[in-house]
């Protein structure tokens, strides 16, 4: 792979295959108006944004790409992954608690080390721009160093990043916990110097609540309560044998959710991965709060977490969105998660179509982190996180390409048989950061 480095030119010009979102797809409907798709198009860039989309060639003005009989889509939003897992993916035989002890607590230890971190932040983010993902909601360690080594990271690339040191002072080894005091102090510090700098932002990081005392989920509640402008990400409700343990752990608590509902890590701007092991009463909950599921199709089936009802969640007016949780997850392609979303969703007598995934991989994703205005579809005055992509590889997805009837079936075998050998290039604010050789 190729990755670049070079500035966005003044006007750019890409010519391919658009498609995008206006609204959210209806689950299960295959003719949505939702859709926007406009084959043969040029997608106008000024100044790393962008101004339109037209038929015509837009002449001698413009840097031009002819990308004609390829796909161009928004750049992916992966809304749940953890940087120093790329260690550990595709690691075998444990369920999610076995699996934190065996292979991803001894992983995230070398994190500490501030050259580890330095170059595992590169590496992790060069590695979702060779996948077509441009934006993301990450999980680094619990060490301070693992936090500012991604968000310069992210800077250097211009990449957008939620980010945040991880909070867990308890049941984890040594060297993997804080305390209150000390994690209070380099959350603010790092909020202080990366929230809002450049597209950065500050998540509130809680690993998942067995791994905090009660003391500190209150401590992040605190620093929610005070800046409604910080995002919160945590797990919730993933593996039976978790839910369990939180139950024992907090039994003045409702539910697994209702430990962070009661503490205010509940907002518009929390993102809890998985979700599985949720009632109607906790549904109801993150529709009042406005938090959002990032569901990890991928992750789930590696790990037997279970299957993720979103068509339930959908109906109970909670906000969805995709996402790859590498290193539980097997791929950083999102191609490769939704396949994997539509299986689930099999698995539960539903179908999940090719418009619901990657609208939830896309404007869905914005949506749910309030960043619509930035990133997401082709809208006017979006920054131009974009990227090119072959329509189909090798000769089973080409036959199969060349059979298609309508436009859902071209994208559903698109998202089933493509990954990231197709990405051709993928652009953040119109500047060129991956180039396929």
């Known amino acids: 792979m190729t990755n670049q480095r070079s500035a966005a030119p003044a006007r750019l010009a890409l010519k391919g295959d658009l498609l995008d979102f206006t609204a959210a797809p209806q689950w299960a409907r295959v003719d949505d108006p939702a859709v926007r798709l406009r084959p043969d198009h040029w997608l106008l860039i000024e100044h790393g944004r962008i101004v339109g ?27 749940h992954v953890h940087s120093p897992q790329l260690d550990v993916i595709a690691s075998y035989g444990a369920e999610l608690l076995d699996w934190l002890e065996t292979y991803t607590f001894p992983a995230e230890g070398r994190y500490a080390d501030p050259e580890v971190a330095r170059v595992g932040a590169g590496r992790f983010l060069d590695a979702l721009l060779a996948h077509g993902t441009t934006s993301a909601v990450v999980y680094p360690t619990v060490h301070k160093v693992s936090a500012d080594a991604l968000f310069d990271a992210a800077a250097e690339r211009g990449m957008r990043l939620i980010t945040g040191k991880v909070l867990m002072d308890r049941h984890a080894p040594d060297g993997l916990r804080d305390d209150v005091v000390q994690a209070e102090r380099d959350c ?6 990366h929230h809002g700098r450049e597209r950065l932002a500050y998540a509130v990081t ?3 609540a067995p ?11 605190a620093l929610c309560r005070a800046d409604a402008s910080l995002y919160m990400q945590t797990h919730v409700a993933e593996n039976r044998g978790e839910v369990e343990w939180v139950a024992k752990l907090f039994p003045d608590a409702r539910s697994y959710l209702d430990v962070y509902d009661r503490v205010g890590l509940l907002h518009p701007r929390a993102v809890l991965a998985h979700g599985i092991w949720l009632d109607d009463t906790d549904r109801r909950v993150l529709a009042r709060t406005g938090a959002h599921l990032a569901h990890c199709p991928s992750s789930n089936l590696f790990l037997g977490s279970g299957l993720f009802d979103w068509p339930g969640a959908l109906a109970a007016g909670v906000r969805v969105s995709a996402a790859s949780d590498v290193g539980g997850g097997t791929s950083l392609s999102t191609q490769r998660t939704l396949a994997d979303g539509y299986k689930v969703q099999s698995l ?10 990657l609208h939830a991989a896309t404007l869905g994703a914005a949506q749910a982190l309030g960043l ?16 090119v992509w072959d329509w189909a590889v090798g000769p089973v997805a080409e036959g199969r390409m060349a059979l298609t009837r309508d436009a859902h079936e071209r994208a559903f075998a698109w998202m089933t048989l493509s990954d990231e050998r197709n990405l051709v290039a993928s652009y953040v604010a119109g500047a060129l950061r991956y180039r396929r050789p």
């Not at 840097?63 to 796909?71: K, P, Q």
């Not at 791994?211 to 509640?221: I, K, R």
């Not at 539960?348 to 995934?357: D, E, P, Y």
Request: proline residues 4%; hydrophobic residues 40%; contains cysteine.
């Open 53 to 79: 989309a037209q038929a015509d060639d837009p002449g001698d003005g413009w840097a031009r790409e002819d990308h004609a009989g390829r796909l161009i889509l928004p750049g992916f939003v992966d809304t």
């Open 188 to 193: 603010l510090d790092l909020i202080a110097r």
């Open 206 to 208: 809680v690993r998942f």
């Open 211 to 221: 791994t905090s005392t009660p003391e500190q989920l209150a401590m992040a509640g």
């Open 348 to 357: 539960n007598g539903q179908r999940m179509t090719a418009w619901s995934g």
């Open 372 to 387: 619509e205005r930035e990133l997401g579809h082709f809208g006017a005055a979006t920054l131009a996180d974009v990227c």
